[in-house]
């Protein structure tokens, strides 16, 4: 059983394999030192080799072996389990049969195997350490009784064997326990290492697409660091080279100067080039004891401004709310009374025309309150998927229920294949709705019967879903087209000029746009592009 904590795949691959190459170099100087001691000028007189031929084999096999194994360090990651059990075996044969040849240096070559050891159990689980351990003195013992029993060795060589499987069960224990939490914090570090690399660009990229101007000068007015707006508001200037602030902006350079200075803050707005517009510079430093960098801070007034006039239509269009909910009831009592009053027998041709206008008026006005609080109330936007051709004859089909058509045409053009798009349904039936509405209204020319299609088509082969609303009316001139949207802005004496202008705003509440295109031959288009359906693509 592997007691190893998870690891990331890469970071422990990458530290085994250098264990592996340290543990195979070592086993290599292992066996060279055993050739050492089998072919040295001192085994001829002062270290004596009791079998020399058999000592010089196992160190040429042992350093053949080793040799293959340091060359294959990386292969070795794929057969981890297998290549350990092979060495170890080779290691404990290696050892046993040179303390059988040299029995001289016994106490030695056995300690050298703590190594091998120490090295195989941060490669093994605790389990297989432990065999190891275990094999290596059971190892040992068995020689030692070999060499008492068929050599007259003295009993004491049994003294031996125990010490050494403690020391070899202690540095299993040891070694393993030890790897474990090595490669665990190596592993660690190295996640907090990509987490840490993953913020600063997640920063540096928030930095870059802020708003707000940011530059970064040392204390020799160089500039070290600017996000986009900064050089934006700098005038785009040419990229490479040192940048010098006081060259690129020289106000800005002066108003620095006099902030690190005297500690004075100008904060008057500034045009730092020409065609860009004017920023409200803030000054802070780097860190409290780091005077030799200083943060530049560039506000754009225009988003100011136009944060302060999103302010100012929300608190007018509440405004407008309550001043309609106010509105709403005398304009129903005077309504009341000119329908009374319509009923009336007594009046003349010109009283019961007037009475006519002012119903007339009284439906204008009550459309714009409806308009108004429709507006003041708008729900956010909770897009579905819909197949654009069902959804189109559904809307024709519900349209002609509910309007006597007469002699005019609603008809449908759809396509052969679903056109999947993202949308609130509620808000494009109202939108849809208010443009057929328009059309059969005003999308005729005098005398003639008004003919609407509404067209479902892409942009492109793969493109964007559309939407088309188009008559074959008079069209719409250039320069009333470009105000159609605007609100309260209308051509007709009854209309409220809010309807196109609500059509726009639900449009863009679901990501789409609405924008009218002329038509060759006469007539208008309201095209609504909507947001494509992408499906995620599913893999086995």
Same mark, same amino acid.
């Given at each position: 059983?592997?007691?190893?904590?998870?690891?990331?795949?890469?970071?422990?691959?990458?530290?085994?394999?250098?264990?592996?190459?340290?543990?195979?170099?070592?086993?290599?100087?292992?066996?060279?030192?055993?050739?050492?001691?089998?072919?040295?000028?001192?085994?001829?007189?002062?270290?004596? #080799?009791?079998?020399?031929?058999?000592?010089?084999?196992?160190?040429?096999?042992?350093?053949?072996?080793?040799?293959?194994?340091?060359?294959?360090?990386?292969?070795?990651?794929?057969?981890?389990?297998?290549?350990?059990?092979?060495?170890?075996?080779?290691?404990?044969?290696?050892?046993?049969?040179?303390?059988?040849?040299?029995?001289?240096?016994?106490?030695?070559?056995?300690?050298?195997?703590?190594?091998?050891?120490?090295?195989?159990? #941060?490669?093994?689980?605790?389990?297989?350490?432990?065999?190891?351990?275990?094999?290596?003195?059971?190892?040992?013992?068995?020689?030692?009784?070999?060499?008492?029993?068929?050599?007259?060795?003295?009993?004491?060589?049994?003294?031996?064997?125990?010490?050494?499987?403690?020391?070899?069960?202690?540095?299993?224990?040891?070694?393993?326990? #030890?790897?474990?939490?090595?490669?665990?914090?190596?592993?660690?570090?190295?996640?907090?290492?990509?987490?840490?690399?993953?913020?600063?660009?997640?920063?540096?990229?928030?930095?870059?697409?802020?708003?707000?101007?940011?530059?970064?000068?040392?204390?020799?007015?160089?500039?070290?660091?600017?996000?986009?707006?900064?050089?934006?508001?700098?005038?785009?200037?040419?990229?490479?080279?040192?940048?010098d602030l006081g060259r690129l902006a020289p106000e800005l350079s002066?108003?620095?100067?006099?902030?690190?200075?005297?500690a004075k803050l100008d904060a008057s707005a500034v045009t730092l080039?020409?065609?860009?517009?004017?920023?409200?510079?803030?000054?802070?430093?780097?860190?409290?004891?780091?005077?030799?960098?200083?943060?530049?801070?560039?506000?754009?007034?225009?988003?100011?401004?136009?944060?302060?006039?999103?302010?100012?239509?929300?608190?007018?269009?509440?405004?407008?709310?309550?001043?309609?909910?106010?509105?709403?009831?005398?304009?129903?009592?005077?309504?009341?009374?000119?329908?009374?009053?319509?009923?009336?027998?007594?009046?003349?041709?010109?009283?019961?025309?007037?009475?006519?206008?002012?119903?007339?008026?009284?439906?204008?006005?009550?459309?714009?309150?409806?308009?108004?609080?429709?507006?003041?109330?708008?729900?956010?936007?909770?897009?579905?998927?819909?197949?654009?051709?069902?959804?189109?004859?559904?809307?024709?089909?519900?349209?002609?229920?509910?309007?006597?058509?007469?002699?005019?045409?609603?008809?449908?053009?759809?396509?052969?294949?679903?056109?999947?798009?993202?949308?609130?349904?509620?808000?494009?039936?109202?939108?849809?709705?208010?443009?057929?509405?328009?059309?059969?209204?005003?999308?005729?020319?005098?005398?003639?019967?008004?003919?609407?299609?509404?067209?479902?088509?892409?942009?492109?082969?793969?493109?964007?879903?559309? #939407?088309?609303?188009?008559?074959?009316?008079?069209?719409?001139?250039?320069?009333?087209?470009?105000?159609?949207?605007?609100?309260?802005?209308?051509?007709?004496?009854?209309?409220?000029?809010?309807?196109?202008?609500?059509?726009?705003?639900?449009?863009?509440?679901?990501?789409?746009?609405?924008?009218?295109?002329?038509?060759?031959?006469?007539?208008?288009?309201?095209?609504?592009?909507?947001?494509?359906?992408?499906?995620?693509?599913?893999?086995?």
């Amino acid at each position: 059983m592997n007691n190893s904590k998870q690891v990331d795949p890469v970071s422990n691959g990458e530290i085994l394999r250098r264990e592996l190459y340290f543990a195979n170099l070592f086993r290599l100087l292992e066996a060279t030192f055993y050739a050492g001691l089998a072919f040295s000028p001192l085994a001829v007189g002062w270290i004596h #080799l009791d079998f020399p031929l058999l000592a010089n084999s196992v160190s040429i096999l042992y350093l053949l072996f080793a040799t293959a194994m340091l060359v294959l360090t990386r292969r070795q990651l794929h057969y981890q389990v297998g290549t350990a059990i092979i060495t170890a075996t080779v290691d404990v044969l290696a050892m046993v049969l040179m303390i059988t040849a040299l029995s001289d240096a016994r106490t030695g070559i056995a300690m050298m195997l703590l190594v091998n050891i120490g090295a195989a159990a #941060l490669l093994l689980s605790l389990r297989g350490a432990l065999i190891y351990a275990g094999g290596a003195t059971l190892a040992i013992l068995l020689q030692s009784i070999f060499e008492i029993t068929f050599f007259h060795h003295p009993a004491q060589l049994l003294v031996a064997p125990p010490l050494f499987g403690l020391a070899y069960t202690a540095s299993a224990w040891i070694n393993h326990t #030890l790897g474990r939490q090595m490669r665990a914090a190596e592993a660690l570090a190295e996640r907090r290492g990509i987490d840490l690399a993953n913020l600063s660009q997640v920063n540096e990229l928030i930095i870059r697409r802020m708003k707000t101007g940011v530059l970064l000068v040392d204390e020799g007015n160089h500039i070290h660091q600017m996000n986009e707006s900064a050089w934006l508001l700098l005038g785009s200037p040419p990229a490479g080279g040192r940048r010098d602030l006081g060259r690129l902006a020289p106000e800005l350079s002066r108003r620095l100067y006099h902030w690190r200075t005297y500690a004075k803050l100008d904060a008057s707005a500034v045009t730092l080039a020409e065609g860009v517009p004017e920023v409200v510079p803030r000054f802070t430093r780097l860190a409290a004891n780091d005077d030799s960098h200083t943060l530049i801070f560039l506000d754009d007034t225009s988003l100011v401004s136009r944060r302060a006039e999103e302010m100012t239509l929300a608190s007018l269009g509440r405004l407008s709310a309550s001043i309609a909910h106010e509105i709403r009831n005398p304009l129903a009592a005077i309504r009341y009374s000119a329908q009374l009053l319509d009923e009336s027998s007594g009046l003349n041709s010109e009283d019961t025309h007037l009475v006519e206008i002012i119903n007339n008026h009284c439906v204008r006005l009550n459309d714009i309150i409806e308009n108004i609080l429709q507006l003041s109330r708008r729900d956010r936007s909770r897009p579905e998927v819909i197949d654009l051709n069902d959804w189109v004859l559904r809307f024709i089909e519900e349209y002609s229920e509910a309007n006597d058509l007469g002699e005019d045409s609603l008809h449908a053009v759809v396509q052969p294949n679903a056109v999947e798009a993202t949308v609130d349904i509620q808000h494009l039936q109202q939108v849809v709705w208010n443009l057929v509405q328009n059309a059969m209204r005003y999308g005729r020319l005098p005398g003639e019967a008004a003919r609407v299609r509404v067209i479902v088509r892409h942009a492109s082969e793969h493109g964007s879903p559309l #939407l088309e609303v188009i008559d074959r009316g008079p069209g719409i001139p250039p320069k009333v087209a470009a105000k159609v949207f605007e609100p309260f802005f209308t051509t007709h004496e009854l209309g409220t000029g809010l309807g196109l202008y609500l059509a726009k705003q639900m449009c863009e509440v679901n990501q789409a746009n609405l924008e009218y295109v002329p038509v060759a031959g006469g007539g208008s288009c309201f095209r609504i592009t909507l947001v494509a359906f992408m499906r995620m693509a599913v893999t086995a």
